[in-house]
């Protein structure tokens, strides 16, 4: 299983995250106060634009509200209501209506007088069919309709003409119905039991972000690459075996995850989207990229791990914007000269391959902070990845390493440093350079003892030095205030000495 290892900071931001983003109507109401106890409200029901009386148990919904005729948001999520009542429909100026997580069974006839509603939350109602109610609503801008029980999609939905966002998240849905409403630019799927996409794909025409990740789908039909303003798409955890060969329309896309499926090859039209900055293929057969994958020069983060890549193709050292590379869990058996030329690189993970020779230029990648080499057949550390003065995580486990140059006392940044499961015998003196070192993990080696000079370590937090043939501490615990953990599990130290570790340092986790 990859490890990322967080080293307090955040250097890319690649989660994916569905849009909470209520256009600029949410902008609008943001400088309204938000009214959360109604009794408070009645007091100055003209100026109660927002009412939040979510989490508040409510059986039903509080006649009081129809004080309230300038409301424009309303908050009744997470209660135990069993009905919308008609009454809601005399709150003319509503905007905002939020009714997820209750056990409502009905909705009143007169929800679609609400002729100024923009955003309707519907989430986790148990819905089996979407209220023919909702459909009225022509001003209605953003619909949420997750975690229920739908299983189709009505083609009533053509009759919102300006809904911008759909989220159907966790519902049972198969298919998409023929008939979307071209306004589209936001379209969540995720967590369904869709298997086939309709030609009419094709017509959403506005359409900026899609998420179709967690269903079954095997293929998508050619018409999905003429959504020419599509800028994310979200594929991971399907069944797509190939994909649409011609992307050339896409010239707006920035996002691209297709993790977690069973593609055995990318098309080579994915060199033409010239604005995508994220593009995520792990965990697939791929055991080739397309030559000219190097075009793609806005790319910032790329990740091809997990999958069946023996050598990567010429050129792609020039994607010089390139801030994240993962491809771990390859078959990579080296690392040439040209893949250090990588300059802007800030993260590097090339853990579990079968690499066993570096290349020396690694100082031509000066702004590299985290380099994962685990789980490879190293033997040697070149010196110039000691001159990346920038690194805070180096993982060097589980390879046949016997030395440390002397030259690593330039890694002064460092806060993670993993040699474990190595052959070392010995640890330089110079260790004390790594003045900011908070993890420092040595176990599985062949080490007799521990230079003092580990003493100087001021910040370290985490010593780990279990297995190996350590007969005593050789340096003082009390000279490292900063201590939590010590794991020494595995090694020849007498009893006597464990007894006077544990009787010391008290505050200190010791395992033995």
């Known amino acids: 299983m990859k490890i990322y290892i967080i080293v307090g900071l955040l250097l890319i931001n690649s989660g994916l995250c569905f849009s909470q983003n209520l256009s600029s109507l949410s902008d609008d109401l943001s400088s309204e106060v938000i009214y959360r106890d109604i009794n408070k409200a009645k007091q100055e029901p003209d100026k109660v634009i927002r009412l939040d009386l ?9 006649g009081e509200i129809l004080f309230f005729k300038n409301l424009r948001e309303l908050n009744l999520s997470n209660n135990q209501l069993d009905l919308v009542p ?10 905002i209506l939020r009714l997820s997580n209750n056990p409502i069974k009905s909705f009143p006839e007169e929800l679609d007088t609400l002729q100024n509603l923009q955003v309707l ?3 986790s109602l148990n819905l089996s069919h979407i209220p023919v109610e909702v459909f009225g609503l022509k001003s209605l801008q953003i619909l949420k309709l997750d975690f229920n029980q739908l299983t189709h999609l009505p083609d009533s939905l053509s009759l919102l003409p300006n809904l911008i966002e759909l989220s159907l998240s966790k519902n049972k849905l198969d298919s998409l119905p023929e008939y979307l409403e071209n306004s589209l630019k936001i379209l969540i799927l995720s967590h369904n039991q869709i298997s086939y996409i309709p030609l009419s794909i094709a017509k959403l025409t506005k359409l900026e972000k899609i998420w179709l990740d967690y269903n079954q789908l095997k293929s998508l039909p050619d018409e999905f690459v003429q959504l020419e303003n599509l800028q994310e798409v979200y594929l991971t955890h399907n069944q797509l075996e190939k994909l649409p060969e011609d992307w050339k329309k896409l010239k707006s896309i920035q996002k691209i995850d297709l993790s977690h499926n069973q593609l055995t090859s990318l098309p080579i039209g994915f060199k033409s989207m010239l604005q995508l ?4 293929i792990e965990y697939n057969q791929l055991n080739s990229l397309p030559e000219g ?19 990567l193709p010429e050129k792609i050292e020039k994607l010089d914007q390139l801030l994240f590379l993962d491809l771990g869990e390859n078959q990579l058996n080296n690392w040439g000269d040209n893949l250090c030329l990588f300059n802007a690189l800030k993260v590097l993970y090339l853990g579990h391959n079968k690499i066993q020779k570096l290349s020396n230029q690694f100082e031509q990648m000066p702004d590299l902070t985290v380099l994962d ?8 550390i070149p010196t110039s990845l000691f001159m990346l003065k920038n690194l805070k995580s180096l993982i060097l486990k589980n390879n046949q390493i016997k030395e440390i140059p002397p030259a690593a006392n330039v890694l002064k940044s460092l806060y993670f440093l993993d040699l474990s499961n190595n052959q ?18 040595l176990g599985k080696n062949n080490l007799t003892k521990i230079p003092q000079s580990l003493e100087k370590l001021s910040y370290l937090q985490e010593l780990y030095l279990e297995s190996n043939q350590l007969k005593e501490m050789g340096f003082s615990l009390s000279s490292l205030p900063e201590l939590q953990k010590i794991n020494l599990q595995g090694n020849p130290i007498s009893q006597e000495i464990i007894d006077k570790i544990r009787k010391d340092f008290l505050k200190v986790s010791v395992i033995f």
């Open 54 to 62: 979510s989490n508040q148990n409510l059986t039903q919904v509080p």
């Open 86 to 95: 008609g009454k809601i429909a005399t709150l003319k100026y509503l905007q």
């Open 121 to 123: 939350e519907l989430q």
């Open 277 to 280: 900055h994220h593009l995520n």
């Open 293 to 311: 994958i190097h075009t793609l020069q806005s790319l910032q983060h790329l990740d091809i791990s997990n999958n069946a890549l023996s050598q």
């Open 373 to 380: 080499l685990s789980f490879n057949q190293l033997s040697e």
């Open 424 to 441: 070392l015998t010995q640890i330089p003196a110079e260790l004390d350079s790594f003045s900011e070192l908070r993890s420092l993990l």
